[in-house]
């Protein structure tokens, strides 16, 4: 149940009763020790009426100012040290050098983070960017997209909202997803992402593989320039590693990958783990999809094309 106070919700284990509050949630986060919080936000569900998508965004405007409030409450320095060689760069303060000034400011409190609601309308998208960038935060990200609506819709908010952000703080777009997505939004200008795709995927045995030529065997991570990231899916396929024909198949499972599962395991064996349900199987698949997707951000940070 949602109120103007926070959230009350029960524990599906026990039955337990919590209340959260703005406050609370921040409290959480910094108990947790974490580098950015994210304020309390009410997400709104796809579809929803203007009517319910306006009152949700005010009320996550509230809130927000009330997650900002309690934490300069409980940690009154709320500015940043930035290293002297970068307060002269000529690119100071642009998205050039930001990488490199986030990399080495000595915060001395966790980065704090909007996040942009309104649905799929776009006055209510705009106007909940303006509300939090008066407000002011660290960083700025855009929720209640991929949560079941059509993805021209989520490119449609992107194009609505990304152009209003300053280009000194990062952009983060939540619960966001496949590689192609992935691909799409930094092209849009986005620079973070969240999803639970790669570990959720290595548990059931469905793992991501890179496509490269044939002439373009054994790929290393400095090669990655020469593929083609603009057309979509043309760059990865998907494997279910516990269909039958892998039984017998005692090659790597992907010999563009170095990564530990693949260095060390061949997809026979890694199936088999599977079939017995050993949780050595859930740990080599994760270990695979995270490395394809830290090889794919790495791509799009040094490709001079998108």
């Known amino acids: 149940r949602i109120s103007e106070e926070g959230v009350e919700f029960y524990d599906p284990f026990d039955g337990k009763k919590y209340f959260l509050t703005p406050e609370k949630s921040i409290e959480i986060q910094l108990a947790l020790g974490s580098d950015i919080i994210m304020v309390l936000d009410e997400c709104p569900p796809y579809p929803c009426s203007r009517e319910y998508a306006k009152k949700s965004l005010e009320l996550t405007t509230r809130w927000a100012r009330r997650c900002k409030e309690y934490l300069i409450k409980k940690i009154p320095n709320t500015k940043y040290q930035i290293p002297k060689e970068f307060q002269n760069s000529k690119f100071k303060n642009s998205r050039i050098d930001l990488k490199f000034q986030t990399k080495n400011l000595k915060p001395k409190r966790p980065l704090l983070f909007g996040i942009i609601q309104g649905s799929t309308y776009k006055d209510l998208r705009q106007e909940s960017t303006r509300q939090l960038l008066e407000i ?160 794919l951000m790495e791509k799009m940070r040094t490709s001079s094309r998108l």
């Not at 990655?224 to 039984?247: D, G, H, W």
């Not at 990958?257 to 997809?267: K, L």
């Not at 088999?272 to 050993?278: A, R």
């Open 136 to 295: 002011g935060f660290d960083g700025y990200a855009i929720g209640g997209v991929a949560v079941g609506e059509p993805r021209e819709k989520m490119k449609k908010v992107l194009e609505w909202v990304l152009p209003l952000l300053p280009e000194d703080k990062p952009r983060y777009l939540m619960g966001l997803g496949k590689p192609e997505e992935i691909v799409s939004a930094v092209k849009a200008g986005v620079d973070m992402f969240d999803c639970v795709i790669p570990t959720r995927n290595a548990r059931h045995g469905s793992l991501f593989l890179w496509k490269f030529p044939k002439a373009f065997p054994k790929a290393q991570p400095s090669e990655f320039r020469r593929l083609n990231l603009r057309r979509e899916k043309s760059f990865y396929r998907i494997i279910n590693i516990t269909n039958e024909k892998f039984k017998k198949d005692f090659s790597p499972l992907d010999e563009n990958c170095n990564c530990y599962t693949c260095r060390n395991y061949n997809r026979a064996y890694l199936r088999h783990l599977f079939s017995v349900d050993d949780p050595l199987a859930g740990r080599l698949a994760t270990i695979h999809n995270l490395k394809f997707y830290l090889e």
